[in-house]
């Protein structure tokens, strides 16, 4: 029962997955021989790391005051979680995100920090946006005009955010029109820009023109009296890579996550980032299977010897990455076993011709004890990148807690 032996702040309204739930409940506990297990994959987040990740990051870029990216359910790692844990540090000027649904959640979870959503949103949702104060992106003229609908019924003021493209060519008002724009919305009543955002892309020859682009804007903006508010540029990439590109705040996602976005970057020696998360699943079935069977549907894996097989209840469908049975590891009983199959739902491990794991073990997919389990170091094992393995399903319950 190591879990007790941390303190677990905060259980999730279906964060349900620790041992002191009786068998049963809610469906969520199997009860086999008198014994009880968990019977689901689940996530624990650690605040002390978050928060630690947050300080390394402000000290990559001289101190500036950082924009967490919390887009994709916080890559999957749970975003309101995630936000309340980020809420509390320093470093961290505010949140942003990509859904409606996303910036309403972690405001209404307590979050106090601004949040800003960098993508559309329904009308249905414009009164609710407006009083939880939500700050919204304008990305083009049609965003404008929604808004400004926005702002002709309130008698508070909006807080927007003029998001340019100075070259993505994704999202925001093509630099271009930047300028117009910007003055319509600082002449319409109850409408306030507090940020002004663009997205840069990673060849840096390129990167410095868009730099360049912005500044222009932003520079043109200020002499015309016409506010910006906190201006900002740059993904983890490019925080590592151009200092120019820092502005007045920094805007990363994967490195709050403790992952660079490449794998062997040098700053990552300078500026050490901690392991969040774990990802977590209890052994529910054990075999010895015989030289000579196989497992998974295309036959996969083949026994050469007669081997203990353990079945994990995650896979591929939950987002743990299909390419872990080309060579991942997973931590359990305090030793590293290589997985050999990923289906949807399931992970088979090999344990080898003797094993001392039973079943409800529970084994560690992604933590920060070894690293071949790390977020890097799974992406190396399964010769893939950093992103991979953050896009985990909403559905698998989170756990926080103070420390790992
Ligand atoms: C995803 C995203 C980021 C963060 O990217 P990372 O590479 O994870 O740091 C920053 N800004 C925008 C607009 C994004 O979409």
Redesign the pocket.
């Known amino acids: 029962m190591k879990q007790n032996r941390r303190q677990f702040i905060n259980r999730t309204l279906a964060g349900l997955a620790t041992m002191s739930v009786s068998p049963g409940v809610l469906g969520r506990n199997i009860t086999f021989a008198n014994e009880s297990y968990e019977s689901k994959p689940w996530i624990e987040l650690s605040k002390a790391a978050y928060l630690h990740n947050a300080s390394q990051i402000s000290q990559m870029s001289a101190g500036k005051p950082i924009v967490a ?1 919390l ?1 994709n359910n916080a890559y999957g790692l749970g975003e309101v979680q995630v936000a309340q844990l980020l809420d509390q540090s320093s470093h961290i000027f505010g949140m ?1 995100v ?1 859904k409606d649904e996303s910036a309403l959640a972690m405001r209404s979870s307590g979050v106090i920090k601004p949040i800003l959503l ?1 993508g559309d949103f329904d009308t249905a949702l414009a009164d609710s946006l407006r009083q939880q104060n939500i700050t919204l992106s304008i990305f083009s003229r049609e965003s404008l005009k929604k808004v400004r609908q926005i702002a002709k019924d309130s008698s508070q003021v909006v807080q927007v955010a003029l998001y340019i493209d100075t070259g993505l060519g994704r999202m925001g008002i093509p630099y271009q029109e930047a300028i117009s724009i910007a003055k319509e919305i600082a002449g319409t009543n109850h409408l306030s820009i507090t940020q002004t955002f663009s ?1 840069l892309t990673t060849p840096k020859d390129f990167a410095q023109v868009q730099i360049d682009r912005f500044e222009k804007i932003t520079n043109e903006l200020g002499k015309k009296g016409v506010p910006t508010g906190l201006k900002h540029l740059a ?3 490019s925080i590592l890579d151009i200092s120019v590109s820092h502005q007045d705040a920094v ?5 709050l996550h403790g992952s660079f ?1 490449l794998a062997n970057m040098s700053e990552a020696e300078k500026y050490p980032l901690q392991v969040p998360y774990c990802l977590k699943a209890p052994v529910i079935r054990l075999e010895k299977l015989k030289a000579g069977d196989t497992i998974g549907f295309s036959r996969f894996y083949q026994v050469e010897q007669d081997e203990w097989i353990a079945t994990l209840p995650i896979g591929w469908a939950d987002g743990y990455d299909s390419g872990a049975e080309n060579g991942a590891k997973v931590l359990l009983a305090g030793e590293l076993y290589p997985v050999v199959n990923v289906n949807a739902s399931h992970v088979n491990v090999t344990l080898g011709a003797h094993t001392k794991v039973r079943i409800g073990d529970v084994a560690t997919l992604i933590g920060p004890e070894h690293s071949e389990i790390t977020p890097e170091g799974f992406g190396k094992l399964v010769k893939g990148h950093n ?1 991979l393995q953050i896009n985990y399903k909403e559905s698998i319950t989170k756990q926080v807690y103070e420390t790992f």
């Open positions: 990216v887009k942003a990509v960098m997205t993904p983890s990439y805007r990363p996602g994967i490195l976005p992103y």
